[in-house]
């Protein structure tokens, strides 16, 4: 009985190393993780998209046959390799990044989500890795494409992104006939394009990203624009309430100058797939 109880309490004991050798364990001797799990909804190009292949530095999803490419694809990628750790991509709903953050099934959020007054009453936010201001997107051609004023579009069908700042603004212009709220950057481009709306609001990014891959497209850019604080134009990494990682990545983002932030904007917009 005796040998018996000491063989079992040898291979209790071995388990942890059977498991650590087969992968089953993802963190270091020290406890901490050795992976850096990333949420973004890749439909939002230039700062994330989908794509088929790892052209042009685009990363495996998590899951999937399919790859993330894009702006913060970029970002993850250097935060990763700054924090030592191995990046996972994993593609979620623009409306569950915050639970999925919450829950612990992701580390931190990079999906061109800006730090607003809401947001960070349910998680933190590290330094803003960019900022832009806010364009309408409209058909070249119509009335609205040399508007320089945010009134100009008095009577004017408009929407903006589901959960983003940007469908709040459109109330600053008087008379505007506000369309219900849509759920992705694509399928405002094809309300638009079929003339269901007549514009939307968006970063500057996003809009020379639709005007790059859609001719028909025009961005409006304003003298008299939309108020919004430097926390809504600004967008930056979302981590759980707490989370020592907001410093960690404040470190990493402050070796990342300013200069080579639009150069990887820019390689995104040139990089995107036409199709978004």
């Known amino acids: 009985m005796r040998r018996r109880l000491l063989m079992i309490i040898a291979i209790i004991m071995l388990i942890p190393t059977i498991l650590v050798a087969c992968g089953g364990n993802s963190t270091s001797s020290e ?41 913060d694809v970029e970002i993850a990628k ?7 750790k191995e990046l996972v991509i994993e593609k979620i709903e623009w409306d569950g990044l915050l639970p999925a953050l919450q829950s612990g099934v992701i580390d931190v959020i990079i999906a061109g989500m800006s730090p607003t007054a809401e947001r960070m009453e349910q998680i933190d936010f590290s330094d803003s890795y960019y900022k832009s201001d806010l364009v309408m997107v409209v058909r070249k051609g119509s ?4 508007a320089t004023s945010i009134q100009d579009f008095s009577g004017a069908r408009i929407t903006a992104q589901a959960g983003t700042f940007h469908y709040t603004v459109i109330d600053q212009i008087q ?3 506000k369309e219900t709220e849509m759920t992705d950057f694509p399928a405002m481009r094809v309300a638009l394009e079929t003339g269901i709306i007549d514009g939307y609001v968006s970063e500057r990014p996003e809009a020379i990203s639709a005007i790059s891959v859609n001719e028909n497209f025009a961005m409006v850019e304003f003298e008299d624009g939309f108020v919004a604080s430097e926390e809504d134009t600004a967008v930056a990494v979302g981590v759980v309430k707490g989370s020592e990682l907001r410093e960690q990545i404040n470190g990493v983002l402050a070796t990342i100058s300013e200069e080579e932030r639009q150069e990887l904007m820019d390689e ?9």
């Open 175 to 177: 008379g505007v006939i």
């Open 31 to 71: 406890g901490e993780s050795e992976v850096l799990k990333v949420g973004l909804e890749a439909n939002y190009p230039p700062f994330n998209w989908t794509q088929m292949d790892d052209s042009n530095g685009a990363v495996p999803i998590n899951g999937s046959t399919e790859y993330a490419g894009g702006y």
């Open 78 to 84: 250097r935060l990763a390799e700054g924090l030592g």
């Open 268 to 276: 995104a917009i040139k990089n995107q797939p036409a199709a978004q």
């Open 143 to 146: 009335q609205y494409e040399n």
